[in-house]
């Protein structure tokens, strides 16, 4: 049975592939939906340009499938209201739901009792990782802080040596994933590079620049700063401004047209850029695939309670500079 399963898996993803070239198919196909079957993305910060890149990857595949797909969520970062819209949407009744996490902790007995209703539920770029989440889609955050660490360290710390500030979400899952491994890295193999502790920039420009400025007063010497998110990272670069430091190098994560457009004019040096196209489209396709029961990898699987998707599709990352980043504005946001 499981070598049955394997092969079940492989046809699966060639279908997958097909259906994201464009390939359509018969009406009687098992990948041909229904536009009355209904699926939900749910974000916090919710008008963020980060999230349009998840929801047109998850509407292109809606689109091939023949469902429909819509979106939601609060747009403030603030955990009682992102919970509060999780579960208005889940008391719809969709077919199933995709959301990130703004804290693991906060959104795992909202999606559990989802899944315990028989809503499945299905994470993106930011996890819980000990709910019943049927599968993450996402960066893998941990590699994205080694391999920044190891481009920082190459390219921006002169002999591996110098001061690299950090300011980030603490309490947000993914973030936390980054500079833990970020700082992990530098204490395996770059002894010379001082990595300081994560401050807080709680999700927000004018909190995020305060508690800058306060670690530049503290650490003068402070050459390159990684900044977890975008609203750290606009808050990274007023806090440098302000300070008269127009050489300290920033790099963030995400890709929206505003930071994308700063390093073009010089104001940050780069970013890593994350795909969040493949976060709604493989979103989406699971979710489809486990609704209308197309995997079944082994014998059993729903009475053991066991997800029969893979518990982790990685979306990859790429390095973002003044050199490349036109290539990266994302269709359906402002360049």
């Known amino acids: 049975m499981k070598k049955h399963g394997f092969r079940l898996l492989a046809v699966i993803a060639v279908v997958f592939s097909l259906l994201a070239s464009g390939v359509s198919f018969a009406a009687d196909s098992p990948f041909a939906g229904n536009a009355d079957e209904v699926y939900y993305m749910v974000a916090f910060l919710s008008g963020h340009p980060f999230w349009v890149g998840c929801r047109l990857g998850a509407e292109a595949a809606a689109q091939q499938l023949g469902v429909t797909l819509k979106y939601g969520g609060d747009p403030e970062y603030d955990e009682v209201k992102s919970v509060a819209a999780f579960e208005q949407i889940v008391a ?17 007995g ?9 809503i499945p539920v299905i994470t993106f ?11 993450y889609v996402s960066t893998d955050n941990s590699y994205l802080g080694t391999f920044l660490m190891d481009y920082v360290a190459t390219n921006l710390l002169p002999g591996g040596k110098g001061t690299v500030g950090l300011i980030g979400r603490p309490n947000q899952f993914n973030i936390r994933q980054r500079t833990d491994a970020f700082q992990a890295r530098a204490k395996e193999r770059y002894p010379d590079a001082r990595v300081l502790d994560l401050v807080d920039g709680k999700g927000e ?3 995020s620049a305060a508690a800058c400025s306060a670690m530049l007063q503290a650490n003068p010497d402070i050459t390159v700063i990684f900044a977890a998110d975008g609203q750290s990272a606009a808050g990274a670069v007023q806090a440098c401004k302000e300070a008269g430091k127009s050489d300290i190098k920033i790099m963030t994560v995400d890709q929206d047209p505003g930071l994308l457009d700063q390093i073009k004019a010089g104001e940050l040096y ?21 609704v209308h029961g197309l995997v079944s990898p082994f014998n059993n699987w729903q009475a053991e309670k066991i997800s029969p998707l893979p518990p982790y599709i990685n979306s990859g990352v790429d390095i973002v500079t003044k050199d490349n980043a036109d290539a990266f504005y994302v269709p359906g946001t402002t360049k």
């Open 205 to 207: 420009i004018t909190e």
């Open 270 to 290: 780069g970013t890593v850029a994350q795909n969040q196209f493949n976060m709604g489209y493989w979103a989406m396709m699971e979710m489809y695939a486990y």
């Open 110 to 118: 909202p999606i559990n009792n989802a899944v315990d209703s028989g």
């Open 92 to 108: 719809t009744k969709p077919a199933g739901v995709f959301v990130t996490c703004i804290n693991p902790d906060a959104l795992l």
């Open 125 to 135: 770029d930011s996890d819980s990782p000990d709910s019943k989440r049927l599968s």
